[in-house]
């Protein structure tokens, strides 16, 4: 059966029909209609003021890639400018590579691309040096949480670096539904509370943060990149087979096969969630090291490399028995990165598990 004509144009036959719509669309018509809504996200959220230095975090997959391809064709009509930030989190055999696409699609885009690495702002710490340090501790599963900690950090300081007044990263609507799913799962109401809305508006002294392509699912972001025929990176971390976003990714895929629109309704969910008084976690402070926001005495950074540092790695995230938080006595301070120079980040927890493999 020959294909139908696409639905806009009138003219070339459709390539595809919009997973959720159901909309036939041509290869150029479909990259013009998600163009045209991730720029409605944007200005309907008024998530980049005109003149926004933004940072986008380039990890070389698909989301980041599609991401700042679409930026970079918006930001004419945005009045923005764009600046790579990449992060090197020290994992052998995988992050070389998708550095690798990261500096062509600079060249190619003719953007300034900033590379900061774990190395240099935790004190030599790289994951996979972490992932030794877990091994054997009960926490060689948690990877990507320590990953995810360290990475948000870390990007928060390579904006910095770039003088950058926001900071977006590439998570679409699929990765948000998993998010809304684990922290369900987990019982965490204060990271189901944080999880709504289309990014954070920096408290703090944080750099305010967005997603502009959370209302994008998956599939969508890789005909995009399919159609625009981008090159990215598409190995999985190394890391990531062992995280428990593996689990509800496969619980989503089995809700999407019976009801389609179900990661976005996921998401819309979590936006329209309100805690109870008693249960609203309260106001954050200060780390008593860093200076960064947080939750606790110290923020979710300096707490996992003071854990780290003693050699205690589960000091540095989770809960004890009975829901304590497992502090412990005060060890010494980890060498000072310049990263626990530079003044607040983000809020303690803020990424942690519910991050992606990547957490761009």
């Known amino acids: 059966m020959p294909a139908p004509q696409c639905s806009s144009c009138h003219a070339a036959r459709a390539a595809l029909r919009r997973p959720r719509s159901g909309q036939a669309l041509c290869g150029p018509c479909f990259c013009t209609a998600f163009e045209a809504e991730v720029l409605h996200t944007v200005l309907a959220g008024r998530l980049l003021p005109p003149g926004a230095v933004v940072a986008v975090g380039a990890s070389g997959g698909k989301d980041s890639t599609v991401l700042a391809h679409v930026l970079r064709e918006l930001a004419p009509r945005l009045g923005v400018s764009l600046r790579l930030v990449a992060v090197d989190e020290g994992i052998g055999g995988y992050r070389d590579a998708a550095l690798a696409a990261v500096r062509r699609q600079a060249a190619r885009w003719d953007l300034p691309l900033t590379v900061v690495a774990y190395a240099d702002l935790f004190g030599g710490w790289t994951m996979d040096a972490v992932a030794r340090s877990t091994a054997g501790t009960g926490r060689s599963r948690a990877c990507c949480t320590f990953c995810g900690v360290l990475r948000r950090r870390a990007l928060e300081e390579g904006a910095r670096l770039v003088g950058a007044t926001h900071i977006v990263t590439g998570h679409n609507a699929d990765d948000m539904a998993e998010t809304v799913l684990m922290n369900f799962l987990r019982g965490d109401a204060g990271r189901l509370a944080r999880g709504g809305g289309l990014g954070s508006r920096g408290e703090g002294g944080a750099l305010p943060r967005c997603r502009p392509l959370q209302l994008a699912s998956q599939k969508e972001v ?10 990215y990176f598409s190995e999985e971390c190394v890391y990531a087979p062992e995280a428990f976003r593996g689990h509800a990714r496969d619980l989503l895929k089995l809700l999407e096969a019976a009801r389609p629109s179900a990661a976005l309704d996921l998401v819309h969910s979590a936006e329209r969630l309100a805690l109870a008084p008693a249960a609203r ?10 200076g960064a926001l947080a939750s606790r005495a110290l923020c979710q950074v300096c707490a996992l490399l003071d854990g780290l ?18 502090e412990g006595p005060p060890g010494p301070p980890p060498p000072p990165p310049s990263d626990l120079r530079s003044g607040p980040g983000p809020a303690a927890g803020e990424c942690g598990a519910a991050c992606k493999e990547r957490c761009e």
């Open 281 to 290: 976690p309260p106001p954050p402070g200060a780390c008593s090291r860093c």
């Open 309 to 326: 540092q003693r050699g205690r790695p589960r000091l540095a995230i989770g809960k004890g028995r009975g829901g304590r938080d497992e």
């Open 222 to 231: 890789v005909l995009y990149a399919h159609f625009r025929r981008l090159d």
